[in-house]
């Protein structure tokens, strides 16, 4: 069972900058894909950023530009750093990890945007 754990969130104004960081208790580099999701109140969950086991990585369009997904095999740790934040980027943001089969997703950390 692969565990999650996620932390850098909090306030910041809009232009601002986050680094969010995804602590994994596997081996990053050996399961298929991870990911971030986000959670808007009153929303349903949505896919923010993705990297594959070859590195191929994707984007929503929202963050395109501003958002960049990483990890870090020797930290097995994943990271969303977080530019020009604005206040619709407001939300819940997950950790996701598919261990060639079974899912796993961390208990979350609040981003908020505002001034």
């Known amino acids: 069972q692969v565990q999650l754990v996620e932390s850098g969130g909090g306030l910041v104004q809009p232009g601002g900058s986050l680094r969010l960081s995804c602590a994994v208790s596997?081996?990053?580099?050996?399961?298929?894909?991870m990911a971030w999701y986000r959670q808007a109140p009153g929303k349903q969950r949505e896919y923010v950023a993705t990297?594959?086991?070859?590195?191929?990585?994707n984007y929503t369009d929202s963050v395109k530009g501003r958002f960049t997904i990483s990890r870090d095999s020797a930290k097995n740790t994943l990271y969303l750093q977080m530019n020009n934040l604005t206040p619709e980027d407001t939300a819940v943001y997950y950790c996701y990890c598919n261990d060639w089969g079974p899912v796993y997703w961390g208990q979350g950390v609040q981003v908020t945007v505002s001034s």
């Open positions: 596997s081996n990053v580099e050996s399961v298929a894909d």
């Open positions: 990297i594959t086991l070859g590195g191929s990585i």
